[in-house]
Structures are given as C-alpha cells and as structure tokens.
C-alpha cells in the first residue's frame, strides 16, 4: 500500500479518535466526519481552503461545495454544510 491508497486515506480520516478535531460534511446527499488533520487543514483555514481540501478528498469538483458553508464551533470543529434558505 502506499500513503496514497484510497482505503487507507479513508480509514485515516473516518476512524477518528475522540480527541482529534473533525469537520463534519454534509454535502452531495453525503454526511460524513473526516478528520482535520487527514485534510492538512486547521480550525483556522480559510473557508476557500477547507473547501478545496474537500473536494480534493471526496474527488468532487470545488464549483459542487460553492452553495455550502463553513461553521465553527467552539470545540475546534468545522461542519460544511448547504447554505440554509427559508422562505
């Protein structure tokens, strides 16, 4: 296996221990926890470059996640999530 095989990444970044910061996607008819730190992002990057780090992991183009943004919660967790319309 190399440090890039799909399902090793996968395992990486789903098998999160309780102490290791997740962002939570919910985007695509998808809902998963992935952790930060297989998506080289932190609580404090940018909205542009989780979605990127997104993208780049699920193999989706960046353009699907424009309509979704980006919560911070005070625990150092992130949720990308569609953009709520009421109405």
């Known amino acids: 296996m190399t440090n890039n095989d799909a399902?090793?990444?996968y395992d990486r970044?789903?098998?999160?221990?309780?102490n290791q910061l997740v962002l939570h996607v919910?985007?695509?008819g998808r809902s998963r926890d992935i952790s930060l730190d297989a998506l080289?992002?932190?609580p404090s990057s940018t909205d542009e470059v989780?979605?990127?780090a997104v993208?780049?992991?699920m193999d989706v183009s960046e353009a699907e996640l424009r309509?979704?943004?980006i919560e911070r919660h005070e625990?150092?967790?992130l949720t990308l999530r569609p953009e709520a319309v009421f109405g």
Do not use: V
Not at 13 to 18: D, I, K
């Open 7 to 9: 399902r090793q990444l």
């Open 13 to 18: 970044a789903t098998n999160t221990e309780q």
């Open 26 to 28: 919910r985007a695509m």
């Open 40 to 42: 080289d992002i932190n």
């Open 50 to 52: 989780i979605r990127q």
């Open 55 to 57: 993208a780049r992991f």
């Open 67 to 69: 309509g979704t943004i």
């Open 75 to 77: 625990n150092g967790n």
